[in-house]
């Protein structure tokens, strides 16, 4: 079992920027995937960015050049930089670490609000 933890979510007017970080309980090396969701209010959770265990990452389109996904698997963290930030960015972001082995392991945090507004 591993626990999730974001930080990094407040409010910031439109143009700004956020670091969201995910701290994970446990080791993070064997998780396939690390990645970041949002949900905003009346709409499904969409993914954000998301980063393989080999450094692949992909991003959803309407964030491709401004948010930029890490991992640092020595310190069990991954990290969203959230830059040009727009109103429409606004939700509640996830994190989520993925992995199949003998099983599918699919765990995520409690969130973390993220506020675009002037």
């Known amino acids: 079992q591993v626990q999730l933890v974001e930080s990094g979510g407040g409010l910031v007017q439109p143009g700004g920027s956020l670091r969201l970080s995910c701290a994970a309980s446990?080791?993070?090396?064997?998780?396939?995937?690390m990645g970041w969701y949002r949900q905003a209010p009346g709409k499904q959770r969409e993914l954000v960015a998301r980063?393989?265990?080999?450094?692949?990452?992909n991003y959803a389109d309407h964030v491709k050049g401004r948010f930029i996904i890490s991992r640092d698997n020595a310190k069990n963290t991954v990290t969203l930089q959230m830059n040009s930030l727009k109103p429409e960015d606004t939700a509640v972001y996830y994190c989520?670490?993925?992995?199949?082995?003998?099983?599918?392991?699919?765990?995520w945090g409690q969130g973390t609000q993220v506020t675009v507004s002037s």
């Open positions: 446990g080791n993070i090396d064997s998780f396939n995937r």
């Open positions: 989520n670490a993925f992995k199949v082995d003998s099983r599918v392991s699919d765990y």
């Open positions: 980063i393989t265990d080999t450094g692949i990452t």
